[in-house]
Antibody
Framework: EVQLLESGGGLVQPGGSLRLSCAGS????????MTWVRQAPGKGLDWVSG????????YYADSVKDRFTISRDNSRSTLYLQMNSLGAEDTAFYYC???????????WGQGTLVTVSS | ENVLTQSPGTLSLSPGEGATLSCRAS???????LAWYQQKPGQAPRLLMY???TRATGIPDRFSGSGSGTDFTLTISRLEPEDFAVYYC?????????FGQGTKVEIK
């Protein structure tokens, strides 16, 4: 069974940093591009960042460019999102997700809540 | 960036009626990498359809997806009480995913 388990969310002060993790299991993690998506309370879904299977290429939404860094450790089947200079606008549920290379089916984690507040 | 525009913004219907939700892309969606999600208050998004027309595991057959190129549709044949929610479409055919702004299906 495919599982994605996010962790690392919590309350952080404005200007602070946080690192999210997403542990994958039940699929060939090293062969799949991975993505972070977020949803602010009461708002729609927003793509945040993506990374290729090897980690050689990364992509960012304009709203997080130069503040967030996506990375992965294929030996640990884990995806990361380092978030710096956090502001209230970054308060959201953060989900990791991927699309199966075989079936194109999408898989999402359960999400982790990041709250930026003083 | 492939911008997705959903219409209508809100659909007011009664249980038992059919619903037709539209998702229009600004660029052609390659390989029909178009998904639909249902979201209820306080819950994570639930995958309904992927590949434009493939139902995800456990999704009732009253839900169907169709379309290609730039125009896609999610159809709910007969609304059940649990179907009243917000629905999002998503393009995932590239390294940059995009989402529509959502259609709210509310009880009339």
């Amino acid at each position: 069974e495919v599982q994605l388990l996010e962790s690392g969310g919590g309350l952080v002060q404005p200007g602070g940093s946080l690192r999210l993790s997403c542990a994958g299991s039940g699929f060939s993690f090293r062969n799949h591009a991975m993505t972070w998506v977020r949803q602010a309370p009461g708002k729609g879904l927003d793509w945040v960042s993506g990374i290729t299977d090897s980690g050689g290429s990364t992509y960012y939404a304009d709203s997080v460019k130069d503040r967030f860094t996506i990375s992965r450790d294929n030996s640990r089947s884990t995806l990361y999102l380092q978030m710096n200079s956090l502001g209230a606008e970054d308060t959201a549920f953060y989900y990791c997700a991927f699309s199966s290379a075989v079936s194109s089916r999408l898989y999402w984690g359960q999400g982790t809540l990041v709250t930026v507040s003083s | 960036e492939n911008v997705l525009t959903q219409s209508p913004g809100t659909l007011s219907l009664s249980p038992g009626e059919g619903a037709t939700l539209s998702c229009r892309a600004s660029q052609s969606v390659s390989n029909n990498y178009l998904a639909w999600y249902q979201q209820k208050p306080g819950q994570a998004p639930r995958l309904l359809m992927y590949g434009a027309s493939t139902r995800a595991t456990g999704i009732p057959d009253r839900f169907s997806g169709s379309g290609s190129g730039t125009d896609f549709t999610l159809t709910i044949s007969r609304l059940e009480p649990e179907d009243f929610a917000v629905y999002y479409c998503q393009h995932y055919g590239s390294s940059l995913w995009t989402f529509g702004q959502g259609t709210k299906v509310e009880i009339k």
